[in-house]
Nanobody, 121 residues
Framework: QVSVVESGGGSVQAGGSLSLSCAAS????????MGWARQAPGKQRELVAT???????NYAASVKGRFTLSRDNAKNTVSLQMNSLKPEDTGVYYC???????????????WGQGTQVTVSS
């Protein structure tokens, strides 16, 4: 099985910063994309930042210029530095990895359990 574990998060006032970290481990043959999504109360989960296997990083328009994703392929880790946080950034943040468990299996998305980020005004 593939395990995805997030850490970080917490509560901060608007304008503050938080950092999230994530590590993928377990039975992994290869990893393609890694990234972060979030889900606010009553809303659908949305992708926030993604890193492709080629190293290309994309951000949601709402976080571009404020969030920075960093990835370490050797360690199968990804982090998200969040600056200038806004109350609308509040939600549960989920890490994901698109991974193959063996060379014979298809790539599928594995999700972490999520970590809460709360930004107060």
């Amino acid at each position: 099985q593939v395990s995805v574990v997030e850490s970080g998060g917490g509560s901060v006032q608007a304008g503050g910063s938080l950092s999230l970290s994530c590590a993928a481990s377990g039975s992994i043959f290869s990893i393609n994309a890694m990234g972060w999504a979030r889900q606010a109360p009553g809303k659908q989960r949305e992708l926030v930042a993604t890193s492709s296997s080629s190293g290309l990083t994309n951000y949601a328009a709402s976080v571009k210029g404020r969030f920075t994703l960093s990835r370490d392929n050797a360690k199968n880790t990804v982090s998200l530095q969040m600056n200038s946080l806004k109350p609308e950034d509040t939600g549960v943040y989920y890490c994901y990895t698109d991974a193959q468990r063996t060379e014979m299996t298809i790539t599928r998305r594995f999700w972490g359990q999520g970590t809460q980020v709360t930004v107060s005004s």
